[in-house]
């Protein structure tokens, strides 16, 4: 570790020695002090190495949330491994896909999870053990979490530099194929400044953890309030009543949302009796009117809103009131530009492709190096999306670029050739464009249009079934429509665009 570094794990010991006593996890009926957190976190880090993970190993996750959980990450902060949590809403095929892209050496899988990643670790020759995680029963070819636990704890200082890698959060299929994104140490240690900064976070607030831990979100704004002292109450899965009270209950000062938590949260709360006077500032993506709805019933409240993505987190952001529909102002951390297409700066008001450097760019994307030269060509990382600057500074989101097409039902990300590549599995169906709708419960929902083969018939639920026993669920269509044909280019390919205006606002 150089003079010059700040890890993650120094965030834990700076914690325990100043915070030694206050809350830092709570879980179930699980709470930890920042103490009693770095021990933990020691005593893991001890057992992986004993159990011979080095630094760079991958350690990939299959579970819900749970206290275990953030302590993994604590440990590999410690002995520079990196965690490849993954999305536990993937079906099978992808869970494989995201193991064999990284060869983690262990998998760590919670009780719901254990049989997919029973069934897929088998054929993973990298694959030495496989644990259990979250609790519950251990069956046969898991080993018991508690069993990787050192009483002998090394506290000698292992040689991590805050440039190392940490984790890999598999994002979107661009090309059909899940990428994953590499995120360091450093990366994790400026977006908590970032969001430190923003929220005007301290050792008093509590995070109420509803998103998942393989989210962006919710280990960005988890980690950011340890970072600052604060206490973190992990939720295993999203409830909205649970959510409420332990609002109540723990003090809760903050969380993350994408639609429709806001709304199940405040039709709740309506439904019974429940203090959230607590909550000050929550961050999130949502609609205007669900949004104000929720001000209303907790005043004190500020909502954030911004920009970002895995592989830059928090690019802009900002109170919503300040510029109502904008994305913010560049944090403090990130230099952000728009170019052309021929990485030319555009003028104040004209849109163009949002561009970033910063020490919240990601290292790169795992195993791809061809995406890694395009994606950071001329020092810039190129996020793939269309916005413009006003003359206030503010940035606004105007739309994906072309070759970046996006929906994001619920704030997942789902680039539509994936879904287009396996409706085309399906034996009736010829041509495909999936394109996203608005939604009002999703913001965005999945739309796909499709022109049948000669003689063949499909009803839409029968196709849309087909989608989500292939892939996750998150990613079926919503809607499915028959055409006689897709509008094309004059080049002879399927014009997206066209088909945007066509069908675009049509349910």
Partial sequence: MGLYD???????CRNAQIYPDQGCIVFNGTRLTHKEYKQKCDQLAAGLLRSGVQKGDRLGVVAN????????????????AILLPVNWRFQESEVAYVLNDCTPKFVFAGLEHQKTVSKTASSIPSIEKCYSIGGGNVPDGFHPFSELYSEQNNEAEIDISADSGFVIIHTAA????????LLSQANIVCGNYAIMSQNNLGPQDCHICILPLFHIAGLALSMAVMHAGGKNVIVESFDPELTLNLIEKEKGTTFFNFAPILQMIMDTYEAGSYDIS???ALSGLDLPENIQRFLKIAPKAKYYTGFGQTEAMGVSGGPIEEKPGSAGKPTPFARVVLFDDYDNEVPVGSVGEICVRSPLVFLGYWNREEDNEYTFRNGWHHTGDMGRFDEEGFLWYVKRKAGKELIKPGGENVYPVEVEKVILEHGSVVEVSVIGVPDAKWGEAIKAVCVLKYGKTVQPEELIEFVASKIARYKKPHHVVFVESLS??????IDREQIKKNHGSKY
Avoid: H
């Fill in 6 to 12: 700040f890890t993650l794990y120094d965030v834990i």
């Fill in 65 to 80: 949330n749970s206290d275990e959980f953030m302590i993994l990450y604590g440990a590999v902060a410690k002995m520079g």
């Fill in 174 to 181: 661009v090309d059909g194929n899940l990428r994953g994104a």
């Fill in 278 to 280: 607590s909550i000050r």
């Fill in 488 to 493: 094309k280019t004059p080049e002879g390919e």
